[in-house]
């Protein structure tokens, strides 16, 4: 396994706003960032309901993992952050039609995000 690190950047995920990478490639694996409901064509809050939140972002993280040269299929490990334990159900709902088949291993960790209208985050791990 090679253990040099290669940035991953792309236009289809929220550019970052500090010092981090969207994603990081190391051997065979992909590291996304954790990624909120941002609209990577405005670089602005998405905002909307927790379905919508986790829609969108989930493609901000498939923007990330197809630029990288992976995708959802090849996920093996999700950490999921909520605002709220009442929102577990209808996260879980949409997270359920990104990984319809062998889903990957999960963590989900009740915290208080950083902006009062921040439901949920999410960050993953890949293979290539």
């Known amino acids: 396994m090679n253990g040099k690190k290669q940035v991953v950047t792309t236009s289809n995920a929220p550019k970052p706003i500090g010092p981090y ?7 065979d694996l992909v590291f996304t960032a954790g990624q909120g409901a941002i609209d990577p064509k405005t670089n602005q809050w998405a905002g909307g ?21 992976s995708s959802l299929d090849n996920v093996v490990k999700v950490t999921v952050f909520l605002k709220d334990n009442k929102l577990f159900g209808e996260m879980n709902e949409v997270y359920a039609t990104y990984f319809k088949n062998e889903p990957p291993a999960r963590t ?13 985050e999410i960050e993953v791990v890949a293979t290539l």
């Open 21 to 27: 990478s969207q994603g990081i490639i190391v051997g």
């Open 49 to 69: 309901d927790i379905r919508e939140q986790t829609r969108r972002v989930f493609e901000n993280i498939k923007g990330i993992l197809e630029e990288a040269g």
């Open 108 to 120: 989900t960790v009740i915290t208080g995000l950083p902006k009062d209208e921040m439901l949920v």
